[in-house]
């Protein structure tokens, strides 16, 4: 094993298997190589610093939820809210999967390291703020087909989405805390609250069950 | 310097404001002791671990807390949904006044020790269940009355209290990760949407402002 592509990627895959059991204090460089199967001067070959490994850690985790938000929000037959649902029962199944597979609810990467990193070192601050921003523009935008369809009732479109990830964000925090992904369930109704939304009837006429 | 219970004190007020700052696996005790200026062997002295530190501190703050939510909430002159406005507007003082005196927004340490810690010790799990039970209990409590007052339409006055605590939870992480408590400036507004209320009246009959 060396300085490969392989050990790269070795390398980010136990980085983002540690820090999404464990956190980013919590883990030092000689466990990540541990895991990884590497040895530590590979690590300093392909990643200046722990840090460096995070934020490359959060690029990769964020270029795969992007392409998943991406697929499941983009404008297709289905109407904005109903693609608004899916992104929350695709966020609880992927809760239920994780917790399936590790025995725990991990939660959010993202906001595991905003409330463990994000007043401690502004590279990984900014990284993840923009992020956020980034899901905020991809609710924001289906909020705005809604709004133009007459779906929903909101002063500020930005703010409105920014609330829906805000809302997210807390109850997958309750999600990990009682180690329960059942509790993304409300996600659907509160966002048709914030939203001042009535839930969008089906092709049927019916109206899509809470 | 020794096994005073003055050295207790110095310990748990380092270890409040380290993890406030820091998290709790940045930190060891050697660090600890120092900032509280007492030797190691004080810190075995009162406390059997870091963790039996951390849910030391975890108990001093939700005794605090729980008192400025009593206050803050209980049954008064005040109509319910006045009251839950207040504990909002306290909120948002709180995170302002500590990002004034320590420069960064310290976000809630419940939320922050449940993202960093809920999945790998049981004991911090378990107490920070308790807490948000509690939390949820006495918003239940403000939500129910202003339900007997036909003022907010919930069909489950607990779930709902549930849903307004995951949402603070949610903005605080946004207003620590942007830095900036105005963040919460739009709980109150949300907080009305999740609990379908209008905005109550003031004693004058005005709209009070959003």
Redesign the interface.
């Known amino acids: 094993m060396g300085r490969t592509s392989d050990a790269r990627e070795k390398i980010l895959s136990a980085g983002r298997s540690l820090i999404e059991?464990?956190?980013?204090?919590?883990l030092g460089v000689a466990e990540i190589c541990k895991t990884a199967g590497v040895p530590k001067g590979s690590f300093y070959y392909f990643f200046e610093s722990k840090e460096a490994l995070a934020l490359a850690v959060i690029d990769e985790h964020w270029a795969r939820q992007e392409r998943d938000w991406t697929r499941v929000l983009r404008e297709g037959d289905e109407e904005p809210l109903v693609r608004l649902r899916r992104l929350f029962d695709e966020t609880e199944a992927m809760q239920r999967a994780g917790q399936q597979s590790c025995g725990?609810?991990?939660?959010c990467m993202f906001?595991?390291l905003?409330?463990?990193m994000?007043?401690?070192t502004e590279a990984v601050?900014a990284r993840?703020?923009e992020i956020?921003e980034a899901q905020v523009d991809m609710v924001a935008a289906v909020v705005s087909a809604a709004l133009e369809r007459g779906e929903v009732t909101v002063a500020d479109t930005r703010?409105a989405a920014?609330?829906v990830?805000?809302?997210?964000?807390?109850?997958v925090?309750?999600a990990?805390?009682?180690?329960n992904a059942s509790q993304l369930g409300?996600l659907w109704a509160?966002c048709l609250?914030?939203l001042?939304a009535q839930a969008p009837r089906t092709p049927q006429g019916a109206l899509a069950a809470l």
Do not use: M
Request: aromatic fraction near 10%.
């Open positions: 059991l464990r956190g980013y204090s919590a725990t609810v991990a939660g906001g595991n905003s409330l463990e994000s007043n401690r601050r993840l703020q956020f703010e920014r609330s990830v805000a809302q997210v964000e807390g109850q925090l309750f990990k805390l009682y180690n409300v509160n609250a914030l001042g």
